[in-house]
């Protein structure tokens, strides 16, 4: 029998249990909260653990953890896309997306799915509040900003964007200062050193590897402009934050054992 007919064939079934949908405004409204950076009414939603509520979302997989996966990943695209549209930069939104989805993979409970679905939809509501309440950038020093994100590995400099864009450099670094305060490689040092604290925090890298990664001149350059920015040199970072974040799965076990 093809799926189609057993559709029909169920469709028509009268012991067939109905299930009304809930209503998609609070799906919306949701969204809504998420993509415009609203974080309280994002945790409110966390706390009455609606993302666990039966009522009214569809069954799509018998299996219960299954099916609160499928739903994940239906949220987890939805706000993706949400907050493009509302100013995130592509690279950001879709690898923050592939993060989440992939860390679904290692998780097989129902309070570990849970768990990670209120740290997504957190993490995206919080970098949103800082994009909706930052200076509107125009086209160029918006493409400018996903261009320095896409390459953050790499040595990027004015004229790499400029060519990018079709301007000249000088425009460029004239826009980009007027816009946001800085300067084109004051900005991209600074991207590169949040990339680096990351590394340092969840990542077993050694401070040559993540100088390499990179593309800092030297490990002594690394240490140097990490220093200037941070305020404390990256050995003392990783000492006072590596791995402070429990694995989701740990957590959600040792609670259950208390």
Known sequence: MRYQ??????EAEDDVDEI??????????????????????VRKNCEQERFLSSEGVGVLSRNQVTNLKYHFVITTAMITR???????????A?????????????????????????EMVLDYAEKMFRICHSDTNSRHISLCKEYIYSHIKERI???????????????LSRLFKKETGDSVSAYIRRQKIEMAK??????EY????????????????????????????????RDL??????????????NKEK
């Open 241 to 254: 934050n590596h791995m402070i974040r429990w694995d989701i799965e740990t957590e959600v076990q040792d």
């Open 20 to 41: 009304e949908h809930r209503q998609p405004t609070e799906e919306f409204l949701f969204y809504q909260a998420v993509t415009n950076g609203d974080v309280e009414a």
């Open 157 to 171: 400099t004015v004229e790499d964007l400029a060519d990018e864009l079709g301007v000249s450099a000088s425009y």
């Open 82 to 92: 949400l907050c493009k549209q509302k100013g995130m930069e592509l690279e950001q």
């Open 5 to 10: 007919d057993e559709w029909l064939l169920l």
């Open 94 to 118: 879709f690898r923050m997306s592939d993060f989440y989805i992939q860390k679904l993979d290692d998780i097989h409970t129902v309070g570990g799915v849970h768990s990670l679905h209120d």
């Open 206 to 237: 050694t401070m040559i590897d993540i100088a390499n990664r990179l593309s800092f001149s030297s490990q002594s350059h690394f240490i140097q402009q990490f220093r200037e920015y941070v305020g404390m040199t990256p050995k003392k970072y």
């Open 198 to 203: 990351n590394l340092l925090q969840y990542s």
